[in-house]
């Protein structure tokens, strides 16, 4: 945490695979974006993985005012190390502000190459504790975000601790496990007709309940939403409720997950977040105004969900403003 | 001569599987390894397991393979000073951090790098290795030449699991669990158990295999009762070759199942690794198959009775 002085400035970064999901994003709300897909090199677009694309989009975020970041596959085969090599190049080439990195492996090739660009470690690089942190920057991180499962009051500890910046995940759903085939398919993904379509459009998984086998919300219903080669909250992860105790834990640079939702959901979830930063950090009293609470519930489908950061089940909700129909708080 | 390494969740497994033929044994500090406390030792069933292998010839490994939380670092470097004052040499551990500061503390120490690294590529390998891991435990998918690439360039031992799962998710990158159902629950020592969670200790309710809906964006089902994929497989076909490659340790995971099950696993194996050793010329795999099916028949028996358990447990419908 910062140890006097002024705090550092808020930095809202959003994820965007793809010059598709980019299109009709209104970015205004956010300071920074991190581009690319880390699940699947096979994404439409995926700025991760055409290399061509990087220049322009950095660019582009630049001339706004804002960092680029780009990201890396999360568990890459030996034999798909050389495409990373090629991304790291054309992310320093661009002027990428940062490598996203989730695999050691990366991690290492990144330091090897001894360029300035910096490392933040990403969702799936399990950062745990202070220790792991320290480590890796050792390797060039200057920022690590947690794995979902560590707590707040664990966060603060890494952020007092380790030397590097500590990102949190403020909105979104929560990235839960990444697979190495595609549920998605049938056939292999060089082969099958259906890829890379088959991840565009929305596919959830259900169980128990008297949702299971229809609309995946309502009471009892658990979900999951499976995003092909990777598995991610039914629910949407939100702190709206927490913002003045983060900010005042010291957590400054907060992340909404854009992978796999609509350009409104980017759009509008990133202005909420906006206005809620500036009256949390202005000092006043802060609630969760109704228009807020509106426009996330328009845009979460099953809920929302909390509970990593205060020691409880991943799905489970503390709060009291946004319970509203979350049968599982 | 690989070495044929054995689970020992409770004191009596870890005799059995030493008596049976292995030549090494993991075992769980209570609180500190990727399977609850039930099939977990104290530290006195630690030390005396770990005498009982010395007086064998053989070797004991702690799991300290959690993600712990940065407070529970000390718990950590205490308990395994206690141990390595017993004798005790080798650790596996997933945490970076902790297994740097377990290196540093104790340089005599030996540490493989745990499963829960997901170690994908050749990279990963000598990332541990420079954090001071002198083998890694590969992903359970990983092909034969990327495991040459860690035996031969990167210069650290390569373990190969045989008997175990391949999850959904790759192993030690899945939250699935503790996002269904997570407690947090402190032992007298203060080490949080993290029930729910495998990454952290706790157990995995096995969410994955309970029967789900898939449904599209429009709220139609697009399949019914899908169970995403978590297999339980033997190697058997694969031994030569991963003996030829020159892996360092062939291991089987099971501290969950029954002693005596358990027991005929390290039998198998043994047998099936010395008589490959023997005679390699001659060798044919076609009995060892047949006697496999019935191990495989068994496991699977006893696996699906705790499947079910542990979706019942996790509030999910089993």
């Given at each position: 945490?910062?140890?006097?002085?002024?705090?550092?400035?808020?930095?809202?970064?959003?994820?965007?695979?793809?010059?598709?999901?980019?299109?009709?994003?209104?970015?205004?709300?956010?300071?920074?974006?991190?581009?690319?897909?880390?699940?699947?090199?096979?994404?439409?677009?995926?700025?991760?993985?055409?290399?061509?694309?990087?220049?322009?989009?950095?660019?582009?975020?630049?001339?706004?005012?804002?960092?680029?970041?780009?990201?890396?596959?999360?568990?890459?085969?030996?034999?798909?190390?050389?495409?990373?090599?090629?991304?790291?190049?054309?992310?320093?080439?661009?002027?990428?502000?940062?490598?996203?990195?989730?695999?050691?492996?990366?991690?290492?090739?990144?330091?090897?190459?001894?360029?300035?660009?910096?490392?933040?470690?990403?969702?799936?690089?399990?950062?745990?504790?202070?220790?792991?942190?320290?480590?890796?920057?050792?390797?060039?991180?200057?920022?690590?975000?947690?794995?979902?499962?560590?707590?707040?009051?664990?966060?603060?500890?890494?952020?007092?601790?380790?030397?590097?910046?500590?990102?949190?995940?403020?909105?979104?759903k929560?990235?839960l496990g990444?697979t190495e085939k595609c549920f998605l398919l049938e056939?292999?993904?060089?082969?099958?007709?259906?890829?890379?379509?088959a991840c565009?459009e929305e596919h959830w998984l259900t169980a128990g309940g008297p949702s299971a086998g229809a609309k995946p919300s309502g009471a009892g219903a658990w979900v999951l939403k499976n995003v092909g080669k990777g598995v991610v909250s039914g629910k949407?992860?939100?702190?709206?409720?927490?913002?003045?105790?983060?900010?005042?834990?010291?957590?400054?640079?907060?992340?909404?997950?854009?992978?796999?939702?609509?350009?409104?959901?980017?759009?509008?979830?990133?202005?909420?977040?906006?206005?809620?930063?500036?009256?949390?950090?202005?000092?006043?009293?802060?609630?969760?105004?109704?228009?807020?609470?509106?426009?996330?519930?328009?845009?979460?489908r099953n809920g929302?969900c909390?509970?990593?950061?205060?020691?409880?089940s991943g799905q489970?909700?503390?709060?009291?403003?946004?319970?509203?129909?979350?049968s599982r708080? | 001569?690989?070495?044929?390494?054995?689970?020992?969740?409770?004191?009596?497994?870890?005799?059995?599987?030493?008596?049976?033929?292995?030549?090494?044994?993991?075992?769980?500090?209570?609180?500190?390894?990727?399977?609850?406390?039930?099939?977990?030792?104290?530290?006195?069933?630690?030390?005396?397991?770990?005498?009982?292998?010395?007086?064998?010839?053989?070797?004991?490994?702690?799991?300290?393979?959690?993600?712990?939380?940065?407070?529970?670092?000390?718990?950590?470097?205490?308990?395994?000073?206690?141990?390595?004052?017993?004798?005790?040499?080798?650790?596996?551990?997933?945490?970076?951090?902790?297994?740097?500061?377990?290196?540093?503390?104790?340089?005599?120490?030996?540490?493989?790098?745990?499963?829960?690294?997901?170690?994908?590529?050749?990279?990963?390998?000598?990332?541990?290795?420079?954090?001071?891991?002198?083998?890694?435990?590969?992903?359970?998918?990983?092909?034969?030449?990327?495991?040459?690439?860690?035996?031969?360039?990167?210069?650290?031992?390569?373990?190969?699991?045989?008997?175990?799962t391949t999850c959904y998710t790759?192993l030690?990158?899945c939250t699935m669990s503790s996002y269904t159902r997570q407690?947090?629950?402190?032992?007298?020592?203060?080490?949080?158990?993290?029930?729910g969670?495998p990454?952290?200790?706790?157990l995995c309710y096995r969410v994955c295999m309970t029967e789900w809906d898939q449904i599209g964006e429009d709220g139609s089902v697009e399949a019914g009762r899908v169970v995403l994929p978590n297999l339980a497989y033997?190697?058997?076909?694969?031994?030569?070759?991963?003996?030829?490659?020159?892996?360092?340790?062939?291991?089987?995971?099971?501290?969950e199942?029954?002693?005596?099950?358990?027991?005929?696993?390290?039998?198998?194996?043994?047998?099936?690794?010395?008589?490959?050793?023997?005679?390699?010329?001659?060798?044919?795999?076609?009995?060892?198959?047949?006697?496999?099916?019935?191990?495989?028949?068994?496991r699977d028996s006893e696996r699906r009775d705790k499947t079910a358990a542990l979706i019942s447990e996790s509030g999910l419908p089993a």
């Amino acid at each position: 945490m910062p140890p006097s002085g002024s705090p550092p400035p808020l930095e809202l970064v959003l994820t965007v695979a793809s010059p598709q999901e980019l299109s009709g994003t209104d970015l205004s709300p956010y300071d920074a974006v991190c581009l690319g897909n880390t699940y699947c090199r096979r994404v439409e677009g995926n700025f991760a993985e055409e290399l061509g694309l990087l220049p322009a989009a950095v660019a582009a975020l630049h001339a706004a005012g804002k960092k680029a970041y780009v990201t890396s596959p999360a568990a890459p085969r030996g034999r798909d190390i050389p495409q990373v090599e090629r991304l790291i190049d054309a992310a320093a080439a661009s002027g990428a502000d940062a490598l996203e990195v989730h695999n050691m492996g990366v991690l290492r090739v990144l330091r090897e190459k001894r360029i300035p660009l910096p490392a933040h470690m990403g969702a799936y690089a399990n950062v745990y504790t202070h220790l792991a942190a320290q480590v890796m920057r050792e390797y060039g991180a200057v920022r690590v975000r947690p794995n979902a499962e560590v707590s707040l009051d664990e966060m603060a500890v890494i952020a007092r601790d380790a030397g590097v910046e500590v990102e949190v995940l403020a909105h979104g759903k929560i990235p839960l496990g990444i697979t190495e085939k595609c549920f998605l398919l049938e056939g292999t993904e060089g082969a099958d007709p259906m890829c890379p379509s088959a991840c565009r459009e929305e596919h959830w998984l259900t169980a128990g309940g008297p949702s299971a086998g229809a609309k995946p919300s309502g009471a009892g219903a658990w979900v999951l939403k499976n995003v092909g080669k990777g598995v991610v909250s039914g629910k949407d992860m939100c702190v709206i409720e927490h913002l003045p105790r983060l900010l005042s834990a010291g957590f400054r640079i907060f992340r909404v997950e854009g992978l796999y939702e609509t350009s409104a959901y980017r759009s509008e979830i990133g202005a909420v977040y906006r206005e809620s930063f500036f009256l949390a950090s202005s000092g006043g009293r802060y609630a969760v105004r109704p228009k807020w609470a509106k426009t996330l519930k328009e845009h979460s489908r099953n809920g929302f969900c909390n509970g990593y950061y205060f020691g409880k089940s991943g799905q489970s909700y503390v709060g009291t403003v946004l319970q509203g129909d979350n049968s599982r708080v | 001569m690989a070495e044929l390494l054995a689970s020992g969740g409770t004191v009596e497994m870890a005799r059995v599987v030493l008596d049976t033929g292995a030549d090494a044994v993991y075992v769980g500090a209570k609180g500190w390894s990727r399977r609850r406390a039930q099939y977990e030792m104290s530290d006195d069933e630690v030390i005396a397991s770990a005498r009982y292998a010395r007086s064998r010839g053989k070797i004991l490994r702690v799991a300290f393979n959690t993600l712990p939380a940065s407070g529970e670092i000390p718990l950590l470097l205490a308990k395994a000073a206690k141990f390595v004052r017993e004798g005790v040499r080798d650790f596996i551990l997933t945490d970076v951090g902790a297994m740097r500061a377990l290196k540093d503390r104790f340089p005599e120490t030996v540490i493989h790098a745990s499963i829960g690294c997901t170690i994908v590529n050749a990279e990963d390998a000598r990332f541990y290795k420079e954090a001071g891991a002198t083998q890694v435990v590969t992903e359970c998918r990983m092909d034969r030449e990327e495991m040459r690439k860690i035996r031969e360039e990167v210069g650290v031992g390569v373990e190969v699991l045989v008997h175990a799962t391949t999850c959904y998710t790759y192993l030690g990158r899945c939250t699935m669990s503790s996002y269904t159902r997570q407690e947090w629950r402190f032992d007298d020592e203060g080490k949080n158990h993290f029930l729910g969670s495998p990454n952290r200790g706790g157990l995995c309710y096995r969410v994955c295999m309970t029967e789900w809906d898939q449904i599209g964006e429009d709220g139609s089902v697009e399949a019914g009762r899908v169970v995403l994929p978590n297999l339980a497989y033997f190697l058997v076909d694969d031994i030569p070759d991963l003996i030829d490659l020159g892996v360092t340790t062939i291991k089987i995971q099971g501290r969950e199942y029954s002693v005596p099950l358990v027991g005929r696993m390290v039998r198998f194996y043994r047998d099936l690794i010395d008589s490959y050793l023997r005679d390699r010329s001659s060798f044919r795999m076609e009995p060892w198959k047949e006697r496999m099916a019935e191990i495989v028949s068994a496991r699977d028996s006893e696996r699906r009775d705790k499947t079910a358990a542990l979706i019942s447990e996790s509030g999910l419908p089993a």
